[in-house]
Nanobody, 127 residues
Framework: QVQLVESGGGLVQAGGSLRLSCAAS????????MGWFRQAPGKERELVAA????????YYRDSAKGRFTITTDNAKNTVYLQMNGLKPEDTAVYYC????????????????????WGQGTQVTVSS
């Protein structure tokens, strides 16, 4: 089992920045990639960014490119999502997730392709 705990959410004005953290514990050696998803009220959960656990490859959805950066600190078993230039449409609950699958599952965006989930952290961007 892998446990994931997110932190770093909050309220920020448009144009501001936040850094989300996700601390992993348990059988982290079994993880292939980590992802940050978000879910706004009334909308489906969507993949925002993902990274292979060793940091060799990254993925960003189009709306996040140039504004968000995903990184890992393997020594701390932690993945980060640096979010700059935040917009009101970024408002959502952000979830950290991990997948064991070593193929292309980590970039499909399908929630079923991820095995472990954190509890979520709220990000609210005011206009």
């Amino acid at each position: 089992q892998v446990q994931l705990v997110e932190s770093g959410g909050g309220l920020v004005q448009a144009g501001g920045s936040l850094r989300l953290s996700c601390a992993a514990s348990g059988r982290t050696y079994a993880m292939y990639a980590m992802g940050w998803f978000r879910q706004a009220p009334g909308k489906e959960r969507e993949l925002v960014a993902a990274i292979t656990w060793r940091g060799a490859s990254t993925y960003y959805r189009d709306s996040a490119k140039g504004r968000f950066t995903i990184t890992t600190d393997n020594a701390k078993n932690t993945v980060y999502l640096q979010m700059n230039g935040l917009k009101p449409e970024d408002t959502a609950v952000y979830y950290c997730a991990a997948t064991k699958a070593a193929g292309t599952e980590w970039v499909t965006g399908r929630t079923n392709d991820y095995n472990y989930w954190g509890q979520g952290t709220q990000v609210t961007v005011s206009s």
